[in-house]
């Protein structure tokens, strides 16, 4: 790196530049880069957003869309390109040498916002608030290197840093080795992840494709790219990989230790994405959970329940007990309900009426006609029973088996037909009991006359 100007003499070369009409097109380049690089991002942040909201999906990555770093980016990108157009023609560029570090900090600021939120965002799109202080706390950091940059001071702390030296036992390195391995580490691994959201959100548009199958290559993919970043990282900072062997024997012994659980469930994770025996929108009972699948994860996978509540069940249960699937070869539930009628009914004509009553619930299919049969014969009634066919178990079966006893109940009332009630009737012999004779009579009892 070249040496930095001390920041008296920048002060020095910016007071000059006043006396200078260089400072003008200096003024200009820098008015006109940051009104063109704003309009530029904002130009390009509506042409894919229209695109992006007829394919029902949006360029984001994370909270903020990209169009919040493409700004800086550009305007950096037109200040470097005026730089060189003034320093051709002989015109002074300190102004311009001030205004790049502040835009190229803000593009830093911005970018790492966008990966960071890309990757540790919640699936809401609400930012946690630990995420939040750590981006103040960047943001402080990135400045204060900008404020050491501007004065010169920036290589005097790096020398000091370097001078540091630290004992890791038989090791000594110096504080600046170890905050530019952190760097790599860090910055290798969230490029990783990064990419491998970025992947996972392009391969889950694919349309040609499966979607057990999207999320295998997707998991798959995000586990390459972080474990060449690792073995990179490793390589930067000059750690030997062999160290790698000693590793892997100690993670085998962990899993035949405790750890067999955790690696069932991985290995049963792969095996429901490669099989596709459950599906993204499946509706799936497994023990005493039920829902709809909303997520399939190497480990565990999240069932979404009717009434909104989540269940997350290990991938284990899954493989080795029984599931309930409504919707692996065919969408189509078969659901029953039932009624009783009076005894002098027509049964043909009620079991008639029951199915077009049906036929007007909106969920009921029609290509399969509901069927109406005699069950038994009640106590107070005929039992009937009428099934229907619905293709949208997702939606639940509580609300079409409403829909469809209310259309049964206002058919038998439209035909004035009579749905039975229980009715008992007590038959007294013999003298009445005083007490009971004094007793007032109930709706249920009904009282004969002496003999």
């Not at 900090?105 to 809401?124: E, G």
């Not at 979404?304 to 599931?323: K, R």
Request: proline share 4%; charged share 15%; hydrophobic share 50%.
């Amino acid at each position: 790196m070249a040496q930095q100007q001390p920041l008296l003499n920048l002060i020095e070369d910016l007071t000059g530049d006043i006396r200078d009409p260089s400072l003008l097109w200096q003024l200009a380049a820098i008015i006109g880069s940051v009104i063109l690089g704003f309009t530029l991002a904002r130009l390009l942040k509506k042409r894919f957003g229209r695109r992006d909201e007829t394919h029902t999906s949006m360029m984001r990555f994370g909270v903020e869309s990209f169009g919040r770093v493409l700004a800086p980016l550009a305007v950096v990108g037109l200040l470097a390109l005026a730089r060189l157009v003034l320093v051709k023609y002989h015109f002074h560029v300190n102004l311009i040498k001030v205004a790049l570090p502040i835009f190229g900090s803000l593009a830093v600021i911005r970018f790492t916002f966008y990966v960071l939120r890309r990757v540790f965002a919640r699936s809401s799109g609400t930012v946690s608030p630990t995420m939040l202080a750590f981006e103040k706390i960047f943001q402080l950091l990135v400045w204060l290197a900008f404020v050491l940059y501007i004065t010169g001071l920036w290589f005097d702390v790096y020398e000091y840093l370097e001078a540091t030296i630290l004992p890791i036992g038989k090791y000594k390195v110096s504080i600046a080795d170890i905050l530019q391995a952190t760097l790599s580490v860090v910055v290798l691994l969230m490029l990783a992840l990064w990419a491998g959201a970025a992947m996972e959100e392009w391969l889950m548009k694919v349309q040609g494709m499966h979607t057990n199958l999207r999320v295998v290559v997707a998991r798959t993919a995000r586990a390459v790219l972080i474990l060449v970043a690792v073995l990179m990282s490793l390589s930067l900072v000059g750690i030997d990989l062999t160290v790698l062997s000693v590793f892997g024997g100690a993670l085998g012994v962990g899993l035949g230790l405790g750890l067999q659980k955790i690696a069932s469930n991985y290995v049963s994770g792969f095996v429901i994405l490669l099989d596709r025996s459950l599906t993204i929108g499946d509706m799936i009972t497994v023990d005493k959970y039920s829902g709809i699948v909303t997520r399939i994860n190497t480990r565990y996978t999240v069932l979404q329940g009717l009434d909104g509540m989540e269940s997350i069940v290990p991938n284990e249960m899954l493989v080795s007990g029984a599931v309930q699937n409504s919707s692996l070869s065919s969408s189509m539930v078969n659901i029953s309900t039932k009624v009783s009628v009076a005894y002098d009914s027509d049964v043909d004509s009620v079991l008639k009426l029951l199915e077009e009553a049906a036929l007007t619930v909106e969920r009921v299919r029609k290509d399969k006609p509901p069927s109406g049969t005699l069950l038994s014969f009640g106590a107070d009634g005929l039992d009937l029973q009428l099934s229907f066919w619905i293709n949208d178990p997702q939606n639940g079966r509580g609300g079409v088996t409403s829909d469809v006893n209310r259309a049964i109940w206002r058919a038998l009332k439209d035909n004035n037909i009579s749905v039975p009630f229980p009715q008992r009737e007590m038959r007294i012999l013999g003298p009445i009991p005083a007490p009971l004779a004094d007793a007032p009579a109930t709706a249920e009892s009904t009282t004969v006359p002496k003999e």
